[in-house]
């Protein structure tokens, strides 16, 4: 494998983690305030339909990733009020919130394009374009490193940097103010929250609202960024390994980011086999796609250090009277 094979893998390995990054750290939200949310897939999914059909009809891609956002809100709304208003099994919420979008999005799609459940192909607005970052033009003569910054670190679309500066500003927000200090409480010892007089469903909605807008900016990326429009389950299980990703990451943020490039490299090695064949290995694609589950499973073994999840995760909060 020479140079240049290896940075158009490292290239696609970024564009493939970008989604998975934006609904990990959704997931890392919901979860550290203590609401499991298995519908990231179905909330991806509706952002995607969302974006690809306002972007066409628009010709904004703008437009078509707020319409992203706003679906994704009205699902992650939805589970909100099933989980944490009404009490309910938030594993079963999710699930349906999943099956819901599979055949929603495809039943809209479908009533206004007529095309199969897709949208019509998106072109110039519609689409994200590329940002070129300072120097990079200059910089691709430098042996080595220019092309590493020409070819991989620049040219992408914006939403890529976005999903990267949202690691930080996460870790931020979690470990270094009040708001972080009572979510990551909230889905330790909800009781306690309650006791310092701060509401528990208000902050628990806030990380679900908060997963609804990352959600929304994964589906939008897919839609207008890595992929030309929408298309029928296109999220294709990105959602469930998103989740796979967080449990490996043990619900850190910059942990999350190194998973979710991970996962994003095995998925660009599945894309691109003759790469291994080329350094005489030959793994079945398949093997590849069930890497990130396998290596969830060895963590949740306890072979790779504990993964242990909030405390209160899963278990809607009754207040004591």
Known sequence: MDYATFLQLLDTTLRLATPLLFACLAGLYSER???FDI??????????????????????????????????????????LASITFRGNQ?????????????????????????????????GGARMGEV??????????VPIIGPLYADVISGHPLLVYVGIALVPATWWLLYRTRFGLRLRAVGENPA????????VARLRFAAVLIAGILCGLAGAYMATGLQAGFGREM???????ALAALIFAKWRPWHALWACLLFGF???????????????LRVPVPVLDALPYILTVIVL?????????????????????
């Open 301 to 321: 073994a306890g072979l790779v250090g504990k993964a242990v999840p909030p405390r209160a995760g899963g278990e809607p909060y009754v207040k004591e009277r």
């Open 266 to 280: 095995f998925q660009s090695l599945a894309l691109r086999p003759d790469v291994l064949q080329s350094v005489g």
């Open 91 to 123: 594993l079963i919420s999710g699930v349906a919130l999943n099956f819901v979008a599979s055949g929603i999005t495809v039943l809209v799609a479908l009533a206004l394009f007529g095309q199969g459940g897709r949208t019509p192909p998106l072109e």
């Open 192 to 199: 306690s929250v309650d006791t310092a007089g701060v509401s």
């Open 132 to 141: 070129t970052l300072p120097f990079a033009d200059a910089l691709r003569s």
């Open 33 to 35: 305030a203590g609401i």
């Open 39 to 80: 519908g990231l897939e179905g909330k991806m999914l509706m952002g995607a339909m969302c974006a690809g059909t306002v972007a066409y009809l628009t010709g904004s891609v703008w437009l078509g990733a707020l319409a992203a956002i706003v679906g994704s809100l009205l699902f992650a709304l939805v589970h909100g």
């Open 235 to 241: 999220t294709a299980g990105r959602g469930y390994i």
